[in-house]
Nanobody, 125 residues
Framework: QVQLVESGGGLVQAGDSLRLSCAAS????????MDWFRQAPGKEREFVAV????????RYADSVKGRFTISRDNAKNTVYLQMNGLKPEDTAVYYC??????????????????WGKGTLVTVSS
């Protein structure tokens, strides 16, 4: 049974940094791309970042490019999202997600098969 468990959310001020973690279990972590999505109040869930199974390729939404960094530690079965220069518009529930297909790194919501329960990030102005 695949499980994704996020942690690291919280309340911060604009300009602060935060690092989210997602611990995965139940399958061979190093064979799967991993994604972060987010959902702000009243808005649809949106793609934030993706990383390939070996960490060699990353992709970001334009809204976070240059401020957020996705990384992974396959020895710890964990993917991270380092968020710098946070803005009030980054306020959202952040979800870790992954497809069921090995050696791919999709970015579409519809391609995600496994989801964590999310961690709330609130950025005050």
């Amino acid at each position: 049974q695949v499980q994704l468990v996020e942690s690291g959310g919280g309340l911060v001020q604009a300009g602060d940094s935060l690092r989210l973690s997602c611990a995965a279990s139940g399958r061979t972590f190093s064979m799967y791309g991993m994604d972060w999505f987010r959902q702000a109040p009243g808005k649809e869930r949106e793609f934030v970042a993706v990383i390939t199974w070996d960490g060699s390729i990353t992709r970001y939404a334009d809204s976070v490019k240059g401020r957020f960094t996705i990384s992974r530690d396959n020895a710890k079965n964990t993917v991270y999202l380092q968020m710098n220069g946070l803005k009030p518009e980054d306020t959202a529930v952040y979800y870790c997600a992954s497809s069921a297909r090995t050696f791919t790194y999709p970015t579409r919501l519809s391609d995600m098969f496994y989801w964590g329960k999310g961690t709330l990030v609130t950025v005050s102005s």
